[in-house]
């Protein structure tokens, strides 16, 4: 017997967890990559990519200047 509420939260979770993956290859600047991942994210659960999004904006609303610390 499958638990629908964890079966969803499952998938938005690896969604989100594709999404995030997605962001680290686009900073390598492997954009085929990411693309792929972004792709598979949408078909598990399009509202996590949205999640992602909005806590990149909050992150960088609460540090402007985020980007320009990065690590080389």
Not at 44 to 59: F, G, K
């Amino acid at each position: 017997m499958a638990r629908q509420g964890t079966d969803e939260g499952d998938r938005h979770e690896k969604a989100r967890d594709l999404a995030e993956d997605a962001l680290g290859e686009l900073a390598k600047g492997h954009e085929d990559k990411a693309d792929k991942l972004i792709e598979q994210a949408k078909k598990l659960d399009e509202s996590a990519l949205e999640d992602v999004v909005q806590d990149l904006d909050e992150d960088a609303g609460s540090d402007p200047k985020a980007a320009e610390k990065l690590p080389d």
